[in-house]
């Protein structure tokens, strides 16, 4: 039988309850760690021998096809709040770009970086990539793990740290006083103090095919499409009780609930931050255990 796993942002100003999420968490199995989830629900799609891909390298490959180069990353637009010994991403510090402010950024980047063995493509998504003519050898973190806390932890890490490091310390300055955040102010928009760099691999000629389906709006699990009627990944980048969690919930949770009672789904796996917990057709029956309020399993 198929299984679905549910991944979402554990980290709110104002954590909201969430009644389904909370019975669901109260009558799962204990938490397992997980030190990369995109991994570790990825194994639903593909048989477990496959190789799962970077998350830049599907990105890209999805939104522009295959590119020559050694080695691509996202380049993610974030906003950063100076503190007094401390850089802290903002909790909503992720942002968003249009395709046409993209693709102004990427030309006028190019300019500047014109020479220096890295380029920068937007997407049409408007997802921004830079691309390398020698492979990195680092590690990286995805700016969602770093959302109101301070940054340092999670700056890349590894034999080719400190390229990456300076690139997106000259890039902040690139940005200070660029155009793109004349434009955004006039729009009452959060400026952007840099680029993540992060997600990092060698670009691929084609997507591995998956045997399920997604959901959501992942960077990674968007360039993967399949069929609805197997295993599913379903990403919400909000955290529970959110606006956009409410249609999340009603559009997947609930029927997910719903056929684990029926015994027609074998089982779902909740996970945020590094914990994974997994409810089955036998657990969702354990009505005794109590529920409390969800980001206490995650603390």
């Known amino acids: 039988m198929s299984s679905q796993y549910f991944r979402f942002l554990s980290r709110s100003a104002e954590p909201r309850r969430s009644a389904l999420l909370e019975q669901l968490l109260a009558r799962a199995d204990a938490f397992r760690t997980v030190s990369n989830w995109r991994a570790d629900a990825f194994r639903l799609l593909v048989p477990q021998t496959a190789s799962v891909p970077a998350a830049a390298s599907a990105a890209l490959c999805a939104d522009c096809g295959a590119v020559d180069a050694a080695w691509v990353c996202l380049a993610t637009p974030v906003h950063y709040v100076a503190e007094m010994t401390n850089v802290r991403m903002s909790s909503d510090g992720i942002l968003s770009l249009t395709p046409a402010a993209a693709e102004a950024l990427a030309m006028h980047f190019n300019r500047v970086w014109n020479g220096s063995g890295i380029r920068m493509l937007a997407g049409g998504s408007a997802h921004l990539y830079c691309i390398f003519e020698q492979t990195l050898h680092v590690t990286t973190r995805d700016p969602q793990d770093a959302l109101n806390r301070h940054i340092e932890a999670y700056l890349p890490a590894g034999t080719d740290a400190p390229r990456l490091r300076r690139l997106m310390s000259e890039i902040e300055m690139w940005l200070f006083e660029h155009e ?25 000629a084609s ?67 590094d914990r994974c917990f997994t409810v089955n057709a036998h657990a969702i029956r354990r009505f005794w255990r109590r529920s409390k309020p969800w980001w206490e399993f995650f603390a």
Not at 180 to 202: T, V
Not at 218 to 225: H, N
């Open 180 to 204: 793109a955040n004349s434009s955004r102010a006039s729009l009452n928009l959060p400026r952007m103090s840099g680029l993540w760099l992060w997600g990092g691999g060698a670009p691929l």
């Open 207 to 273: 997507l591995p095919k998956i045997q399920g389906w997604t959901a959501g709006d992942d960077v990674f699990f968007s360039a993967f499409k399949g069929e609805k009627s197997d295993s599913g990944v379903i990403v919400a980048s909000d955290a529970p009780g959110s606006a956009r969690w409410h249609d999340m919930e009603s559009r997947w949770l609930k029927p997910a609930a719903a056929q684990l009672r029926a015994g027609t789904l074998a089982r779902v796996d909740l996970s945020a931050d």
